[in-house]
């Protein structure tokens, strides 16, 4: 590989770093998987960097991470632990009983979503918390629009279930 290719890739995956560990560590809900997942994640798409067409290299990675998760998983399941503070803000200012039921209202949701199938809980990682676009969604999933948009609904729907106490 060309150093100038190098330069390009660092430049254009490099900033997407936090959103491939974002997804792999709600994805494969263990921080030494997620890490493991980028990592190799990271390699595959430089190994693979000539065959990226330009266009959005979020996106590209996004892909390469849910690809590995999957790799991963037909091996292996994913642990049931979750850590939260890796993804939470920390305010000093905030009292304390504030952010002991912040925590609570976060924990009720990391449960639930995890009580989520993974087709449903990928779905609303990559859009409620990537923020991805349905069409991103389409085809980092590899699936139809109109099966993101099914999906989403269905994993929205599951999750005011589960939040209210009924099993997804």
Not at 14 to 43: G, K, M, N, S
Not at 81 to 109: I, K, Q
Not at 142 to 149: A, F, N, S
Request: hydrophobic residues 45%; proline residues 4%; contains cysteine.
């Amino acid at each position: 590989m060309l150093e100038s290719d190098l330069a390009a890739f660092e430049r254009l995956t490099l900033p997407h770093l936090d959103a491939a560990y974002t997804l792999a560590r709600y994805l494969t809900r263990d921080p030494h998987d997620a890490d493991d997942v980028v990592q190799d994640a990271f390699l595959r798409a430089l190994k693979y960097w000539g065959s990226f067409q330009g266009g959005d290299a979020r996106a590209w990675l996004l892909t390469i991470v849910r690809n590995v998760c999957h790799a991963m998983w037909s091996g292996k399941k994913p642990a049931e632990e979750f850590d939260e503070e890796l993804h939470g803000a920390d305010d000093a200012v905030e009292a304390a009983d504030a952010r002991a039921l912040r925590a609570d209202t976060r924990e009720t949701l990391r449960q639930a979503l995890d009580r989520l199938p993974l087709e449903f809980r990928e779905m609303l990682v990559l859009r409620e918390i990537q923020g991805l676009s349905y069409e991103e969604i389409s085809r980092i999933a590899g699936v139809p629009l109109g099966t993101v948009m099914s999906r989403l609904s269905r994993a929205r729907a599951r999750l005011e279930r589960a939040l209210q106490g009924v099993t997804p």
